[in-house]
């Protein structure tokens, strides 16, 4: 087989980004020639986020393919249909590309994770047991096809468990349950997993999980990975909001923690990343630390979301995004790999009551805070917000650096709490006033 590297200049040859992320078409501006960019996705997912209009407007897009990249076999379609693309690289943006990314690579013969090892990180149940295999430390866990297999897990192993999907992403679908009478309603809650403008319209299997609820301070490690080896890692410290929906409220660049801890969790991100077999790209890894020991969470094979690439970039600082760039299309790493950060760098999500929303003030106060570069709010005027279920219902976030991730965070809390998103009962709003329709 002809490999893409060996049909034509590099200059004329396209990215393929598989996933429409709208950040892409100013995060990769200065890396990506204008025109080079090909988007690979969903119809559906085009349709209801209006990507065409937003792509067809960007000098760095050359294409927006529309293709079913979800659906098994075709990757392989893809590439016999477009077998003169001839990319340089095949990056996957979103969590659900990563599959089809990763057999996209292998039959262009260029980089990526390996489409066995995005298979293993797309599937959370088969993770567990392959990095258990491995002598990762997990939580135990079952798969739960009714109530009564919950029901039961938790008559086995006391105490706290998590209700969670297999198959998905977000946070979408998890919970902790503390109580047995919780868990009718916690099923019917957490299998209706809709995620509105971001998956296809065709329905989704629902394959759930139950596991031990492992109490301690959670982390992820962010690694560069080439031909299975650490090029570069960071560790990233969070915070949840209360409840039992574990959606993350806060993320600090680097963690604030000892370097014994540091080197720990990056050696057992390396674990994972031997245990799937993954090749090159970035890895997401997420842990909880109870006692001092890691427990995985789960790991996926792209780019970190909730603005953690930046915040990583900025800390450093480094140019993550270019290293990654020449990874996927077999080129040395341009760029040095710092060891440590110089800086820290924080983002604080936003909540809100359910209710209608009846106004926002304090989002320009909040951007001119002392190292706050971003503030914003995802909610207008007349959006309808039903509670806290997973990171796409968060209010907004604001992002900030410093000399310390502690003064980092100390900025971001800062900036959020001179936000106010004010919501009214669907009932006053009704009676009282007439508002546009959706959040943005």
């Known amino acids: 087989m002809t490999h893409a590297s060996e049909q034509e200049p590099s200059a004329s040859r396209p990215v393929v980004l598989v996933g429409y992320v709208g950040a892409a078409l100013t995060a990769f501006a200065d890396l990506l020639p204008a025109g080079s ?11 209801k986020r209006g990507a065409r ?10 294409e927006l393919i529309e293709w079913e990249h979800q659906l098994p076999g075709r990757a392989d379609e893809f590439f016999h249909t477009h077998r003169d693309l001839a990319p340089t690289a095949v990056v996957p943006m979103t969590e659900y590309a990563t599959p089809f990314a990763a057999r996209l690579a292998e039959r262009y013969g260029l980089p990526g994770a390996g489409y066995g090892a995005a298979g293993i990180l797309r599937d959370k149940e088969l993770l567990r047991r392959v990095t258990s295999a491995a002598r990762v430390r997990n939580p135990l866990m079952v798969p ?14 006391p105490g706290p468990v998590v209700l969670k999907p297999a198959n998905r992403q977000a946070s979408v679908g998890t919970q902790v349950i503390t109580d047995p009478a919780e868990v009718a309603q916690a099923w019917l809650d957490c299998t209706a997993q809709d995620e509105g403008v971001f998956v296809p319209d065709r329905p989704v299997e629902v394959r759930m999980l139950a596991e031990q609820f492992v109490s301690g301070h959670e982390f992820s490690v962010e690694m ?40 720990l969790l990056a050696r057992q991100t390396q674990r994972v990343v031997e245990a ?11 842990w909880i630390v109870s006692d001092g020991e890691p427990y995985l969470v789960e790991c996926a094979g792209r780019f970190a979301g909730d603005g953690i690439i930046d915040l990583i ?63 914003g709010v995802d909610y207008e005027v007349g959006a309808v917000f039903d509670g806290l279920h997973s ?50």
């Open 37 to 47: 960019v090909v988007f690979v996705e969903e119809p559906d997912v085009v349709r």
């Open 53 to 62: 209009e937003k792509t067809d407007a960007s000098p760095l897009v050359r």
């Open 144 to 157: 739960a096809r009714s109530p009564q297999d919950v029901l039961e897990f938790m008559a086995a192993h």
């Open 224 to 263: 560069l990975v080439a031909a299975g080896r650490r090029l570069f890692a960071n560790v990233t410290g969070k915070q949840l909001f209360p409840g039992p929906r574990p959606v993350e409220l806060a993320h600090i660049v680097p963690a604030d923690i000892d370097p014994d801890l540091t080197e």
């Open 276 to 286: 799937v077999g993954f090749r090159d790209g970035i890895v997401h890894c997420e």
């Open 313 to 375: 970039q900025r800390a450093y600082p480094v140019e993550l995004n270019r290293a990654y760039f020449a990874v996927m299309r077999g080129e040395p790493v341009p760029v040095e790999l710092p060891a440590r950060a110089r800086g820290g760098g924080a983002v604080r999500f936003l909540g809100l009551e359910p209710g209608v929303v009846a106004e926002v003030r304090g989002l320009e106060e909040a951007g001119r805070i002392e190292g706050v570069y971003h503030a």
């Open 391 to 440: 990171s796409w219902d968060r209010a907004g976030e604001v992002m900030a650096t410093a000399d310390t991730p502690a003064e980092a965070l100390r900025l971001a809390e800062k900036a959020a709490a001179l936000i106010e998103i004010r919501t009214l009962s669907h009932q006053a709003a009704t009676a009282g006033a007439c508002f546009a329709d959706g959040p943005r």
